[in-house]
């Protein structure tokens, strides 16, 4: 019986783990329970979605100008996130383009969140309840408000598109190259003009310029749905090849040797306008074939970029009228 009773024990003793607990007593009840929806991509800090999203959110500190009210400037593949109740709402009401409004749960109602929600819903756009952590993500600062509206990447077209599209409508080309505009306010003003008077499209830089964000949208009052806009690798090379194709190369700034009142723009043109502050690079500068001043009186220097680019198209559209 002894050696029954002490082979018993070996095997009590070898089948039990050391550190072994029988049952959980509801410690890993937690554990079980649901979670709630899965977040979107962009939101779960070990997606590679994620990553792209910090990524332009760390391109958007070191480029300012890029997007108010945290709204990143969109240098990457993935969405841009517009955040707080205001720019959210503008972009809704311009029509920028979106996929998701979100709205952290718990979060209380105005008449801002509640026309946003309408206007999102009569769009079709979804409407996501989150968790405030998801969107604590989205934003640097916290400063989110409880909601974030989701913008896809803008399609860009290709800079030969330009100029195929005002040629199959038979009419001479008629259009803007930004060199040096880095803020997508200017960016979205240019847009507006180029469409209000009759303008074929608008070419950016890839590189050190704005982008097409939300503020650019919202600012273009819904143009840049119209408009075609195209992205040069090399806005030098693509000034060129359209030079070769017939289309004159026309820069702006004070000190041009040509005024506005003397130019002829009835033929195909591109106008290449600089920033305020830098004007026009020296290589694009170099590839202009004309470079045109606007008559001012007064002490007045220079004009903002949007604005003298708007004044010179008026100019242009008045002389095609005649």
């Not at 002894?2 to 072994?20: E, F, L, P």
């Not at 109740?85 to 029509?95: I, S």
């Not at 600012?219 to 408009?227: H, V, Y």
């Not at 693509?238 to 506005?260: E, H, P």
Request: proline fraction near 6%; charged fraction near 25%.
């Amino acid at each position: 019986m002894a050696g029954n009773s002490s082979r018993r024990g070996a095997i009590r003793k070898s089948g039990t783990k050391k550190g072994q607990v029988v049952g959980s007593g509801g410690q890993r009840r937690r554990g079980l329970e649901g979670r709630g929806a899965t977040p979107p991509a962009e939101m779960r800090t070990k997606h590679p979605a994620a990553k792209r999203a910090r990524a332009a959110a760390k391109a958007a500190d070191r480029h300012p100008g890029g997007g108010r009210g945290g709204a990143p400037r969109k240098g990457t593949d993935g969405p841009e996130n517009v955040l707080g109740r205001n720019p959210v709402l503008e972009c809704l009401r311009a029509g920028v383009p979106a996929t998701a409004l979100y709205v952290a749960v718990g979060t209380e109602n105005d008449d801002r969140l509640s026309e946003s929600v309408q206007i999102a819903a009569d769009a079709g756009i979804s409407i996501l309840e989150v968790p405030r952590t998801d969107l604590d993500r989205m934003s640097a600062n916290g400063l989110h408000q409880g909601v974030a509206l989701q913008v896809p990447p803008f399609r860009y077209a290709h800079p030969d598109d330009l100029i195929a599209a005002a040629r199959e409508h038979h009419e001479a080309p008629l259009l803007v190259a930004l060199d040096n505009i880095t803020d997508p306010r200017n960016l979205g003003a240019v847009v507006r003009s180029v469409a209000a008077f009759g303008g074929h499209g608008v070419v950016i830089p890839q590189r050190r310029s704005a982008a097409v964000t939300a503020v650019a949208w919202r600012t273009s009052a819904g143009a840049a749905a119209r408009l075609p806009i195209a992205q040069a690798t090399n806005l030098t090379r693509t000034l060129k090849d359209w030079a070769a194709k017939g289309v004159q190369v026309v820069g702006l700034d004070a000190g041009g040797d040509t005024t506005l009142d003397e130019y002829d723009g009835t033929g195909p043109v591109v106008i290449v306008v600089g920033s305020e502050g830098k004007g026009l690079s020296r290589l694009v500068r170099e590839t202009c074939d004309t470079i045109l001043s606007i008559p001012m009186a007064g002490p007045v220097e220079s004009l903002n970029a949007s604005v003298a680019a708007g004044v010179v198209l008026a100019d242009i559209a008045r002389q095609r009228r005649s």
